[in-house]
């Protein structure tokens, strides 16, 4: 009987694995890559590679205690490199767009890649999720927490000034997955460093992400045009699509006719956090009623990126042979707006030597 039980509850909690534990992935370039588990007292799991510093799983608890996988990502490393639409990667050195792929810092025009539509998005052709990552500190069985270190050079994909961003994950006793980044550099240059973790809490057999209740405490929005660049200006979300300030479903007002939404094919825009940027506040709420999963976002960012998976077509296929779907899965990226260097009135993305910038953003789970 006993026995019984046993192999049961392992059988519900898939071989995750120790915490500690590292096993090679693949490679890039030559190199090795090493995938990492960091796992908490309860069983909360996160697997993250060196390659992009990327989440590839994370596994929680539902509301009857059995884990299940609530993160988008490949089994293998294979199609990590070409195909993953920045599954689960650190994005940088600026995620998200830049209009025109051209910025002016100190009198100086700079040109980046074009490489959506007629914009930059997410760091370029070789972004910080398409570079291997040096382990700074590994996590252990007693201290589930990995320590990632990337140089970018000057110059690189065509920004200036050499950048040093260090991002530590921690799976917490409260089974919350914590980013901390530190952020300098040796000459003036701009960062928008996110993690772009795609959700379903669901679990691997759910479909689309529609029925997910969301609250943002977001009482502003960054209208966008039809290339997804902001106009600048900050629109309020009482009475549209984008007022989730109480929790509504994501997929209740998705369809409705707005130009906003349709720009982004859905969701794919940019909420201005209420409260004050720099402190670390609770700003968005998650739930999914059929699993009773919940996610807490909390973050020092001034902003988040929802985008509710609207590229995804079925075509990816993930953990466990799963096909990922339209509106397969949703992320919130917690940044400073997109296109920041150009708009003069969002908050500054400019960072300068002797400084460093600090930023925490918390994706904590439960489920009720
Ligand atoms: C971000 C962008 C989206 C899309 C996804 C990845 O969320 O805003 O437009 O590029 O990344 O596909």
Request: proline letters at 5%.
């Amino acid at each position: 009987m006993a026995l019984a039980i046993i192999s049961a509850t392992l059988l519900l909690q898939p071989a995750m694995g120790i915490s500690g534990a590292q096993t090679s992935f693949g490679t890039f370039e030559g190199n090795p890559v090493t995938l990492y588990t960091l796992k908490n007292k309860s069983g909360m799991t996160a697997k993250i590679m060196d390659f992009g510093a990327t989440v590839v799983s994370i596994s929680t608890k539902d509301r009857k205690g059995r884990f299940d996988d609530v993160a988008l990502g490949f089994d293998t490393f294979d199609p990590y490199p070409t195909k993953s639409p920045y599954f689960g990667a650190i994005v940088g050195r600026i995620g998200n767009r830049i209009a025109k792929g051209k910025f002016t810092l100190d009198g100086k025009e700079y040109t980046l890649a074009v490489n959506n539509g007629e914009n930059h998005l997410h760091g370029g052709k070789q972004g910080f999720d398409k570079r291997i990552w040096t382990v700074l500190t590994k996590p252990t069985a007693e201290n589930p927490s990995i320590t990632f270190q990337y140089v970018s050079a000057d110059g690189e994909e065509g920004y200036p000034g050499a950048l040093t961003v260090t991002v530590k994950y921690t799976v917490t006793p409260q089974n919350a997955l914590k980013i901390d980044y530190a952020i300098t550099t040796d000459a003036r240059t701009i960062h928008n460093i996110t993690n772009h973790t795609y959700f379903n809490l669901g679990g691997k057999s759910a479909k689309d992400i529609l029925g997910h209740r969301l609250q943002i405490k977001a009482t502003q929005m960054t209208p966008v045009d039809k290339g997804l660049i902001p106009t600048g200006k900050l629109r309020a979300v009482k009475g549209t699509p984008f007022d989730f300030r109480t929790p509504k479903g994501i997929g209740t007002r998705i369809g409705a006719k707005d130009e906003q939404l349709k720009f982004g094919g859905g969701y794919d825009h940019n909420f201005v956090l209420d409260g004050k940027a720099g402190s670390l506040r609770r700003a968005i709420n998650v739930f999914e009623p059929r699993s009773g999963r919940t996610m807490e976002v909390w973050t020092t960012e001034p902003g988040v990126q929802l985008y509710t998976g609207n590229f995804l077509d079925g075509t990816l296929v993930g953990h466990g042979g799963k096909k990922y779907l339209h509106r397969g899965a949703f992320c919130l990226e917690t940044q400073h707006y997109p296109d920041s260097i150009n708009q003069k009135n969002f908050p500054s993305v400019v960072l300068n030597p002797g400084q460093t910038y600090k930023s925490t953003t918390i994706y904590k789970f439960g489920a009720r």
